[in-house]
């Protein structure tokens, strides 16, 4: 399933990032400690957190996730969506918690 | 191997204080290894370590450098800064303990996960410090029958 199809289904909204909808998602890692992202989420997963500054960028770059998901309907930072529209990150926004976004991924992909 | 016929040599300023640009350096590293072909579970372990050294130097040390050597055997990862130093060093290297602030908290930094990290993802770990002078973490990365990290 592409991010693109994701955030229809799920109706997440669209903070940044557009041009890379295509990539294909599998999996998600919930997390806000940014050590523990970069090293136990998975390559082409869906991050979701509800950590909204500049570094959530370079840790979705560095650890190669398909999307970061926003949840609790947090807002996100203007550098961080500048950062994501510019490196080609997904950004979604989602007024859902973590855990009924990851209830929902897996019935979907 | 024979993709790189000569040593590969990059040196990084890394900036304190300046979170915005944190990650830049391993961004780069990154992007180097992945044009050079390289194994992307190397790849990967080499990222999680420049990353984590590069953020104990912007969040611990006010900045510091990094010296990065790709050879066709290892990637080696050197970091130095010329920061506070660490008092305790058996400490420092349990997961959960840190003394990040509020502020680095607050930006997710602080799961005292980082030297941890480099430990577990690099292949051979060698760390040194000296109060009021300093710290220097070297990192090697076999490029061939190095670690398997889950
Ligand atoms: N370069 C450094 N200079 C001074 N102190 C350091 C340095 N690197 C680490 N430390 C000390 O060691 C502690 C543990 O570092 P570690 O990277 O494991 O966790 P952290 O940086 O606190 O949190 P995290 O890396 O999970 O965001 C730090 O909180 C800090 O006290
Ligand atoms: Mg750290």
Known sequence: ?109 | MSFLSELIKLVYQVDGDDFTAAGSASSDVKRIMKQLGMDSEITRRVTICMYEGEMNMVIHAKGGEAFVEIDDEKVKILMKDKGPGIPDLNLAMQEGWTTADETARNLGFGAGMGLPNMKRYSDEFQIETKMGEGTTVTMQIWLNGGKKVA
């Open chain 1, 1 to 109: 399933m592409t991010v693109q199809e994701l955030a229809i289904k799920m109706e997440f909204s669209v903070a940044a990032g557009a041009k890379a909808f295509n990539k294909e998602v599998c999996g998600c890692y919930i997390g806000d400690l940014l050590s523990r992202v970069i090293s136990r989420s998975k390559p082409s997963g869906a991050w979701i957190t509800i950590m909204t500054n500049v570094n959530v960028a370079a840790v979705a770059l560095l650890s190669d996730v398909a999307c970061v998901i926003l949840a609790e309907d947090v807002e996100p930072d203007p550098p961080l969506i500048e950062r994501c529209d510019i490196e080609g990150i997904p950004l979604l926004r989602s007024k859902l918690d973590a855990y009924t976004i990851a209830c929902g991924l897996k019935e979907i992909i």
